[in-house]
């Protein structure tokens, strides 16, 4: 945050110290005062406030008002510094409780937004696009995630599988065909389990996308692309996965809306006739698992059916065999 660095002043001289103090004293009122004016005001020279402005990674002056008016904007609207391993306090009441987790929600996707590089993601989504099949591995919670975005890309036509399981992952990434790419969903990066299952889709000639936490993590270091999560969860003192979620549907949905833009006209043509084909969302019938195989195979015909059963069970018997 800008303000951390005007407060530490690490590596600040005594010059560029009086100018920080009085960025920090300024604030919004910084919107209508230009360099030389501040120079004034200081005593000191334009040129010094421009060369602490790019010590602190801006081009100039402009470029480092315009950066912190949007921070105090956005610290204003804001909890400062909310923590996401413990958003709230014993005795909140539900309104703070619901102000706290929308704040918490909010710096999540900025912090996101932060960590996305645009060339991993073009190049996640060149994969994905090029794929015959995408299989996306999660042994957490956003197993539910990932199910959602199999759901979104199977509306326009995009194959993708949700497993759970890394010894059938293992198995299925030893066998990867070409341009098969695997997108792993996990925090730390370290997981023993999911390390050996990159591994195996190295190996078998699969790529690996991995959505994973900011740093050079095990995981990272393995994948073809990595998409980093906002990185302040704790593992151990966390009462929730709420930042890793937020910040996995976002990366997910983001992939989904960039393969889906890259076909824009046939694939909205597509998801409305699908919409219109299933009927409103509020009348729909959810039927079970065995109810919706039975409606199937009634409508199949017995070649049809043999057919099906061929060509879905060679693989799985394959997998079935080794995991024996």
Do not use: W
Not at 22 to 43: E, H, T, V
């Amino acid at each position: 945050m800008i303000a951390d660095q005007l407060r530490e002043k690490t590596g600040f001289s005594d010059v560029e110290r009086s100018i920080a103090d009085y960025f920090l004293q300024a604030g919004d009122a910084l919107r209508d005062q230009s360099a030389r004016s501040i120079a004034a005001r200081l005593y000191t020279a334009p040129s010094t406030i421009s060369r602490l402005c790019k010590r602190m990674g801006y081009e100039g002056y402009t470029d480092f008002r315009d950066a912190y008016l949007d921070e105090l904007r956005y610290l204003s609207t804001t909890f400062e510094n909310v923590d996401a391993n413990q958003p709230f306090d014993k005795g909140d009441d539900v309104r703070t409780i619901s102000a706290k987790m929308g704040a918490l929600f909010r710096e999540t996707v900025d912090d996101t937004l932060t960590l996305v590089e645009s060339d991993a993601l073009q190049r996640a989504v060149d994969l994905i696009a090029q794929a015959p099949v995408s299989y996306v591995f999660s042994e957490g919670t956003q197993v539910y995630l990932a199910e959602d975005f199999a759901d979104k890309m199977a509306r326009i036509g995009r194959r993708v599988t949700v497993l759970h399981k890394a010894d059938v992952t293992y198995f299925l990434g030893g066998d990867a065909k070409d341009r098969e790419v695997f997108v792993i969903l996990s925090y730390s990066g370290e997981t023993p389990s999911i390390l050996r299952v990159a591994r195996q889709i190295k190996a078998g000639g699969g790529s690996v996308i991995a959505i994973t936490s900011y740093g050079r993590n095990s995981l990272s270091q393995l994948a073809d692309v990595t998409l980093h999560v906002s990185t302040r969860e704790n593992l151990v003192e966390k009462i929730g996965a709420y930042a890793m979620n937020v910040s996995t549907l976002l990366l997910l949905d983001t992939l989904y809306s960039c393969v889906f833009e890259l076909n824009y006209d046939d694939n909205a043509a597509r998801f409305l006739q699908g919409s219109s084909d299933m009927g409103p969302i509020a009348t729909r019938t959810r039927t079970s698992g065995p109810e919706r195989c039975a409606s199937r195979q009634r409508a199949e015909r017995p070649t049809q059916r043999l057919a099906r059963s061929r060509a879905g069970s060679g693989r799985a018997k394959a997998i079935m065999a080794r995991l024996a």
